[in-house]
């Protein structure tokens, strides 16, 4: 009796630890009738190791500079009220379920002049935190605060050109922080003397955000936007012993300011350009400092395959996880479907290729990745130029009169108009929740991805994206026969001349399966109801 006993005790532990695994407790083989006619998708039996922190977009805060600057510049409202897109901005936010803003800063913005000859002690009354850029700033957090977003900061770099006489300085055309590197990049790093400087100037930055303004929705830093080319010391390209160098002093001062448990440093943040040779370079040193580490990319199409993105991804992967930080693609989109092409960037196959780069990111052991990025907006935004180098990479465009004076006001039909790229990226960041674990499908196709999500409770989510022309037919083994599920579909047919509608339809479990059709040039989600 006794031996019973303990046999049937082991037997319950060892279901409970095949229940929690989310990857043993699939229905068993012997008990599923996959329908004819269908393929049968299964999942690796191990997940990526990576919990899923959801989707991010960047959120750029140039184009609510308006307090003083835009409000003044009729042709940039042409008559409609700011508030009305802010309004419309937080809606499809909130709508959206994004988990992350990355936004970026620059230094200038909060100290145009330097504050003190002494980067140890900072003068708190020489910053201007109460700037039209920062305002801007202090909104999109609010915004973040609201909606229960987080938020990585990055404080872009050292601008050569900083436009001081907007803001009542006489000067050169240098910004101060320039020093004497004579690197020749709009955008440069911080050599010498001036990268105490600008540690100080990101110190200053986040303890008046998190301590002073109670932001708790800041949880990460980045030091420098692309440093591979952009952190430049005399030179024409990224110097990774200046970059490390300015990171672990970075580290030593938030330490030192008492800041450093309050954010994550998210570093690395290197392009296609060489972003293996910069990683190379750059994580050994940074071992113990770097909590995540990112890269950016925007090399793939709807025609490049799965075993391209995912190397990459992996490859990536693999330098973060040898110094212990997470992975995370910081930036991504498709120049070579159109990213600075305003007609292509509203084509449909462009969604079908960002689609299948987010799911092998994430089958790459990627934590998360960040669309480039929420909205058109003008980048390199002063109170000279007001439109700036205008982006027209967003999931939605905005006052439609900016792209008739441009002459490509065909492409944007109205106002705040929504691209077919943002119903896409609505529906992966709705069903990409935090906390979930990877398992990558096993599908026989380069251009077919796909991959089952498991959260905390061990209810389950597949996501798959068929980039070929042809409809595909799938079954899977659930690990839960008595659940229902609800697919959602994203296709062409979901556009019509009413607007979009996305194709959902209830589930329910059949033989110890369920059954769909993928269509050609499709998203399927099917999703566990809880």
């Known amino acids: 009796m006794q031996k019973k006993a303990i046999a049937v005790l082991f037997t319950a532990l060892i279901c409970l630890m095949l229940s929690v695994s ?66 419309t901005v937080k809606a499809r936010l909130q709508e959206m379920n994004i988990a992350r803003f990355r936004m970026m800063i620059k230094p200038g913005w909060l100290e145009p002049r330097n504050d003190n000859a002494d980067a140890s002690e900072i003068n708190w009354d020489a910053f201007t935190f109460d700037s039209v850029e920062m305002r801007a700033v202090y909104r999109a957090l609010d915004l973040a605060e609201e909606l229960g977003i987080k938020v990585t900061l990055v404080l872009w770099g050292v ?42 100037c990101f110190s200053a930055l986040v303890q008046y955000c998190v301590n002073t303004k109670k932001y ?14 952009q952190w430049q010391v005399d030179s ?35 392009t296609d350009r060489g972003s293996q040779n910069w990683l190379t ?15 950016h990319t925007y090399i793939f199409s709807n025609q490049s395959q799965n075993s391209q993105i995912l190397d990459w991804a992996k490859q990536n992967r693999a330098f973060a ?84 004076e441009a002459k490509v006001g065909d492409a944007v039909p109205e106002d705040f108009y929504l691209r077919k790229q943002y119903y896409m990226y609505r529906m992966l960041s709705q069903a990409i929740g935090e906390g979930c674990r990877v398992y990558p499908l096993k599908i026989d196709s380069e251009y077919i991805a796909g991959m089952r999500l498991v959260d905390a409770s061990g ?25 229902d599920f609800l697919y959602v579909g994203f296709n062409e047919n979901c556009f019509t001349q009413s607007g979009y509608e996305a194709c959902t339809q209830p589930m329910t479990v059949a033989n110890g399966c369920i059954s769909f059709t993928a269509p050609s040039q499709s998203v399927s989600i099917i999703k566990q109801n809880q």
């Not at 050569?160 to 006489?170: D, M, T």
């Not at 990774?240 to 580290?251: F, K, R, S, T």
């Open 22 to 87: 989310g990857c043993a407790d699939k229905t068993p083989d012997a008990q599923v009738i996959y329908p004819e006619g269908y393929t049968a998708l299964k999942a690796d039996v191990n997940d990526t190791g990576a919990l899923t922190e959801g989707l991010a977009v960047e959120f750029e805060t140039g184009f609510f500079n308006y307090e003083q600057a835009m409000r003044a510049d009729d042709r940039y409202f042409n008559g409609v009220d700011p508030e009305d897109y802010w309004n």
């Open 159 to 200: 601008e050569v050109n900083y436009n001081e006489a907007a803001l009542g300085y006489q000067t050169d055309g240098k910004y101060w922080m320039v020093g004497d590197n004579n690197a020749q990049n709009w955008c440069i790093g911080a050599k010498g003397d001036m990268m105490y400087e600008f540690v100080e």
């Open 216 to 229: 708790t929705c800041i949880d990460q830093v980045t030091p420098g936007n692309e440093p591979d080319w």
């Open 236 to 270: 024409d390209r990224g110097d990774p012993e200046a970059y490390v160098e300015m990171c672990l002093e970075l580290d030593r001062r938030f330490r030192a300011d008492g800041i450093r448990d309050k954010v994550l440093f998210n570093l690395g943040d290197s």
């Open 281 to 295: 370079e750059v994580c050994p040193p940074l071992a113990g400092v770097a909590d995540i580490i990112n890269t």
């Open 321 to 404: 996880s040898s110094i212990g930080a997470k992975y995370w693609v910081g930036e991504f989109g498709s120049y070579a479907d159109g990213n600075d092409d305003i007609y292509k960037i509203d084509d449909y196959s462009r969604c079908i290729g960002l689609a299948r780069q987010a799911v092998c990111f994430m089958n790459g052991g990627a934590i998360g990745a960040s669309y480039w990025m929420c909205a058109d907006t003008a980048l390199h935004y002063t109170r000279t130029d007001v439109m700036g180098s205008f982006c027209i990479d967003g999931l939605w465009a905005t006052y439609k009169h900016i792209y008739d």
């Open 459 to 483: 209810s389950e989510t597949l996501i798959v994206v068929n980039g070929t022309d042809e409809d595909v037919k799938y079954a899977f083994a659930v690990s839960d026969v008595k659940a």
